[in-house]
């Protein structure tokens, strides 16, 4: 029994974290520019927020939903800001520079590529919808699984997501020797405006699902 939570867990992580979103872009250039592990370490910070998102899924914690859906507007308007913030930085950067501290040894500040995923995931708090939804999907109840039990899933959760991380820039970092500057420079230029798009369009969904049209709010 204790297993076969544990592997519904892990099965949920994987779920979770294979769609390629802006995090997703994210970890595969920092893999590319800088090296497997700062690419790994950056999936780290997206895998502990994904379990805390999945914790608050499961048990189901009524103040956290509640807010969640209460300023969904807010939410979704301040994550995409960030993700574009992110993008932004990722398309202006020149990765020579990157090249040459890698070469040098003086190589990314790991911690500060864990905590830069970690608060970008954090501030679209909306993801936790998606464990809500895998969670029925696999017939995962918070009032049917015992405390105990419940924390095994949590636990495979992250071992799923930190696992998904550890195979993408594991099989992307295989690539990094047939790029030169001049491929990683394009890389930057097509990741970021990747990223850019992805959290623009996270605030036009915003316009796109709400009840008043578009030109009400903006009347000119």
Sequence with gaps: ???EVFLKGIVIGLLASIPLGPIGVMCIQRTLSK?????????LGAASADTLFATVALFS??????????NMVIIKVLGGISVIIVGMTILLKNPVGQIRRNRAGKGSNLWSDY????????ANPAYILI????FAALGVNHEGIPYANGLLMILGVL???SLWWFLLTFCISFLRR???PRHLLWMNRISGSVIVMLGAAAILSIF?????PVHEIFPY
Excluded: P
């Design 131 to 134: 464990f809500v939804a895998l």
């Design 159 to 161: 071992c799923g997501t």
């Design 178 to 180: 047939k790029f030169r």
């Design 61 to 70: 914690l009524t103040v956290v939903l509640s807010f969640i859906e209460d």
């Design 35 to 43: 090296s497997q592990r700062s690419g790994f370490v950056s999936g």
């Design 1 to 3: 029994m204790g297993f």
């Design 208 to 212: 796109i699902h709400m009840k008043v």
């Design 115 to 122: 905590l830069s995923v970690l608060l970008i995931t954090l």
